[in-house]
């Protein structure tokens, strides 16, 4: 018995010496972490804070998306794309060499069928490369050596898009791996992208560089605090050996911005100046068009010779350059004396054989070889555009009171402040008798009568015209249409008058009369833009380009044509204007006159609207018509309205496709589920663009039809304010 409490005794001695021992080893081990946390908080805190800043960083701005902008039609005219540069990292740590060596053969053929810039074996060499250049590192890693691992081996040469980034994700080794297993690393770079390329492109404007985020000129320039957006700010950390930006504050992405371009009358404005350019080898042009209704400016070209050949968008010509107009300017100067009371239209003048000298200096008409004009009314003036005529008529009634005339041409409204959207605008400007400022002199009041000693920006000049055909109210030409954010209108843009009335109704009849007889006369020097499909009025303009001290060059010419149609009805005005043309003899009518009248023609066909009732029948079995799937209801009314035969199942979604079936169109229900992506292919634009951003999803359109490519999977989850590019062919 007392042998068993004797081993008793020992046995709890034993444990509480191990319970000790324990405890004692526990507390050393506590102090031994404190100590060591003294050290490096008051030791070597201050290297490893340096060593931590490294790693992590805060408040890095994270840039949005710019805005984009869009034509009337909602094609974007300005669009920000993401482009990706492509690497690999071999040390990911995932990553086996038998697992990668095992799909480089497929692989490598797959990159050269969708990259061909090399061949399969090119990329199966350039991968092997990579992987023994990992091999090298590791080994003098190994071997002691200081070496920086390369954890970006660069795959490609060239940057790809989002939707070629999906095909490279989706091939083989890279396909349903983690970056830690494949090593595949995407770092994105944000362009500024142009899809309609030059079309408009002075006017839309740029940016400094593709990848900056501040507009240079144009509408960029001009709305850029709205494009550009609000920057979020977010911290660097390092993870997996890789530096991730996780975001604190989120970027709040730029608005949208919708132009009053129209890209079908912008492309037949710059395709019919640019011809005409190329066929008179002159050294730039403008054209401008705008809605006479609400001075909506629907196409403005620019172009500027570049090189022999060779015309681009350069200069916005339209609205900065202050010109002496030429006979375009005769039209102010009759209202004026119309207005007054001063001059009537079948008031004769005589204008001799086409040269006259005022003040010591000689002034002609164009037809001074043919003996010129004689004696003619008010109204030929205007017709024939007679320098001497109308100089003399407006000579005759202000030659002792200048200042009348000039205030009357104040009145008008031609020097009012437009306030045009574009950076850079030019004013108005017309001496004033008495301004020391001005440099008048005697021979100013008869030479600014049709059009020299006045500079003017053709997009002033087309604002008068436009005034005349939009029954005397003068309004300001304006390119925003409306401001938008995340698909929704923000601020909507109104028509602003400028002036009510810029003469009486009796004066703008006659001036009216005056217009449409300059291109419908026999005799008018606006005869050539006479159409036989559109009524058009308007006047003809030839000015000497002045060579400042070297006076004004008898062989260089700036040839103008500013009216509108049509002439009954006017819906659009338009001017154009020509500078030295280097073949032909210059003429408003038949240089800049032509490109007016093909511009009128063609957007005349392209707006008048078509009634299919008046059409013949077809006595021929006709082919079904193209529909295309999208929401069904307008697809519904048109093919009924048009007695288009089709075939239906009980239609219970909004969206439809559509098929042949037995001869007959078929028209099946295709549905749309709430809250991921809905298949948009074959739609068109219109219905695909409501359905996604209905969603909340902001969508970039590249390409013209219906919709071929979606960049996000039909039927994957939705995050609202996620970008989904469509590529239309």
């Known amino acids: 018995m007392k042998t068993s409490l004797e081993n008793k005794e020992k046995a709890n001695k034993s444990m509480r010496r191990n319970y000790f021992l324990i405890s004692l080893f526990i507390v050393m081990i506590v102090i031994a972490i404190l100590v060591k946390m003294f050290h490096i908080s008051l030791v070597e805190g201050a290297q490893w804070r340096e060593e931590g800043d490294k790693v992590v960083k805060s408040n890095i701005t994270i840039s949005p998306m710019r805005g984009n902008i869009y034509s009337c039609n909602g094609e974007l005219m300005a669009t920000t794309e993401y482009e990706y540069r492509i690497y690999i990292d071999f040390w990911a740590d995932g990553m086996k060499k038998d697992t990668l060596f095992k799909y480089i053969n497929p692989l490598s053929a797959e990159l050269a069928k969708n990259f061909p810039e090399k061949t399969g074996e090119q990329y199966k060499s350039h991968i092997k490369k990579g992987w023994e250049n990992r091999e090298k590192e590791e080994a003098r890693i190994n071997s002691g050596i200081n070496v920086k691992r390369n954890r970006e081996y660069l795959l490609l040469n060239r940057k790809l898009n989002y939707l070629e980034l999906q095909t490279l994700k989706s091939m083989p080794f890279f396909r349903k791996r983690s970056t830690n297993h494949s090593g595949l690393i995407s770092r994105r770079f944000v362009k500024r992208l142009n899809p309609y390329g030059t079309l408009a492109l002075r006017t839309i404007g740029d940016v400094y560089g593709n990848y900056s985020r501040e507009g240079k000129n144009g509408l960029e320039m001009q709305y850029d605090s709205l494009l550009r957006g609000t920057p979020g700010l977010g911290t660097q950390r390092k993870i997996n050996g890789r530096m991730v930006i996780e975001n604190d504050v989120n970027p709040v992405d730029g608005k949208d911005i919708v132009s009053t371009i129209d890209v079908d009358i912008q492309d037949i404005t710059e395709k019919s100046l640019m011809r005409k350019l190329k066929e008179l080898d002159a050294e730039s042009g403008t054209a401008v068009v705008m809605e006479v209704a609400t001075g909506e400016i629907k196409a403005i070209s620019n172009l500027d010779r570049?090189?022999?050949?060779?015309?681009?968008?350069?200069?916005?010509?339209?609205?900065?350059?202050?010109?002496?107009?030429?006979?375009?300017?005769?039209?102010?100067?009759?209202?004026?004396?119309?207005?007054?009371?001063?001059?009537?239209?079948?008031?004769?003048?005589?204008?001799?054989?086409?040269?006259?000298?005022?003040?010591?200096?000689?002034?002609?008409?164009?037809?001074?070889?043919?003996?010129?004009?004689?004696?003619?009314?008010?109204?030929?003036?205007?017709?024939?555009?007679?320098?001497?005529?109308?100089?003399?008529?407006?000579?005759?009634?202000?030659?002792?009171?200048?200042?009348?005339?000039?205030?009357?041409?104040?009145?008008?409204?031609?020097?009012?402040?437009?306030?045009?959207?574009?950076?850079?605008?030019?004013?108005?400007?017309?001496?004033?008798?008495?301004?020391?400022?001005?440099?008048?002199?005697?021979?100013?009041?008869?030479?600014?009568?049709?059009?020299?000693?006045?500079?003017?920006?053709?997009?002033?000049?087309?604002?008068?015209?436009?005034?005349?055909?939009?029954?005397?109210?003068?309004?300001?030409?304006?390119?925003?249409?409306?401001?938008?954010?995340?698909?929704?209108?923000?601020?909507?843009?109104?028509?602003?008058?400028?002036?009510?009335?810029i003469c009486s109704s009796k004066t703008l009849e006659t001036i009216r009369e005056m217009l449409v007889d300059v291109v419908e006369s026999k005799d008018g020097t606006g005869k050539p833009v006479k159409s036989e499909y559109v009524r058009i009025a308007g006047k003809t303009g030839t000015a000497q380009v002045n060579k400042g001290k070297m006076g004004y060059s008898n062989r260089e010419h700036r040839v103008s044509f500013c009216g509108y149609f049509p002439a009954d009805a006017p819906q659009y005005s338009c001017i154009v204007v020509i500078l030295k043309p280097r073949n032909g003899y210059p003429s408003g009518g038949t240089m800049s006159g032509a490109v007016f009248k093909r511009i009128a023609e063609e957007v005349n066909a392209l707006k008048k609207p078509l009634n299919v009732r008046e059409a013949f029948p077809d006595t021929l079995h006709s082919p079904l018509p193209y529909v295309q799937a999208g929401m069904y209801h307008p697809a519904e009314y048109v093919m009924d309205k048009l007695d288009v035969s089709y075939e239906e199942q009980k239609i219970t979604s909004p969206c439809i496709s559509v098929g042949l079936q037995k001869n007959k169109i078929a028209i099946n229900n295709r549905e749309v589920a709430a809250g991921v992506v809905p298949n948009v292919k074959e739609m068109g634009a219109k219905d695909a663009v409501y359905l996604l951003e209905e969603r909340g999803l902001r969508v970039n359109l590249s390409g013209r039809g219906s919709v071929r490519e979606q960049s996000l999977p039909a039927g994957s989850r939705i995050s609202r304010g996620q970008t989904i590019v469509l590529t239309l062919r």
């Open 306 to 501: 570049v090189q022999e050949g060779v015309w681009k968008e350069r200069n916005n010509h339209a609205v900065a350059d202050e010109l002496e107009q030429g006979s375009t300017f005769k039209i102010a100067s009759m209202m004026v004396a119309l207005e007054d009371g001063v001059v009537h239209p079948a008031d004769t003048i005589d204008t001799f054989k086409g040269e006259f000298k005022y003040a010591g200096k000689r002034m002609t008409d164009h037809n001074i070889k043919h003996g010129g004009y004689g004696i003619i009314t008010a109204s030929q003036t205007i017709r024939y555009s007679s320098n001497i005529g109308v100089a003399r008529l407006i000579l005759k009634a202000y030659e002792n009171c200048p200042e009348r005339y000039v205030d009357g041409l104040y009145k008008l409204g031609l020097t009012e402040p437009l306030d045009l959207e574009i950076p850079g605008a030019g004013k108005a400007k017309i001496k004033k008798p008495g301004d020391k400022k001005s440099d008048w002199s005697k021979t100013t009041l008869p030479w600014m009568s049709f059009g020299y000693e006045t500079q003017i920006p053709p997009i002033y000049t087309l604002t008068f015209f436009n005034a005349i055909a939009n029954d005397g109210k003068m309004v300001r030409p304006y390119f925003v249409r409306e401001i938008r954010q995340n698909g929704s209108v923000e601020e909507y843009r109104k028509p602003v008058v400028i002036r009510k009335k």
